[in-house]
């Protein structure tokens, strides 16, 4: 499947999509964690990409993410948790990722990172922290195709979702009906619901999913069916 393809997929998936994080799971079977969650109808992973600066965390860059590439039709999405992503943005495209998620923190005014991931083809994300105000990104809901919402601040798995940004979720709903708004961090199925609920169209889970004993897929759909179990699904 061409990245084109990929794309059109992950455009289609019905809400709320499922984004498996790659950060709690088993890194020496990639290629298998891969095959997995694709036989259980994921369309896109979300790769936390940790530098150790803008994160007291470090994980993986481009040359795994290359590694990976030919063994999965999933649309990779890179959660840039890095200082100066403006540096790197050519290295994520070339090593195959579909859209690249930038933290507003990170880069203040993201004009020319949009300009650049636009020219580049790929799909462009923003994310903000908890404590970062909805108005630091406004300006650009126009130019991106994802808002990522952190429920945690950046930098681990396993942690507990922040109920503060609740009215965030919704105030980004009230204020663009149409654009994906994912939200990233302590997602469970007994708070999925809610964050659908309150506007959410992707569900970053990672614990929830390689944490579970019953396996990546059982996990994957015993979200979605608490995902779904709300009258109101955007998207
Ligand atoms: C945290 C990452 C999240 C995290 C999600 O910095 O951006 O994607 O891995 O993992 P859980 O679902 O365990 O909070
Ligand atoms: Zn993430």
Known sequence: MNAEDRRRRFVAAPAPVVLPSLLGCDFARMADVLRTLENADVVAVHLDVMDGHFVPNLTYGPPLIAAWRPYSNLVFDAHLMIAEPRRYLDAFLEAGCDQITIHIEAVGQPQDLIHALRAAGARVGIALNPPTPLEAITPHLDAIDQVLIMSVMPGFGGQSFDPTVRPKIRALRAL?????????????????AQVVQDGATHLVVGSAIFGDPQGPAAAISQIRQAARATGEIHG
């Open 176 to 192: 663009r009906p149409q654009i994906e708004i994912a939200v990233d961090g302590g997602i469970k199925p007994s708070n999925a």
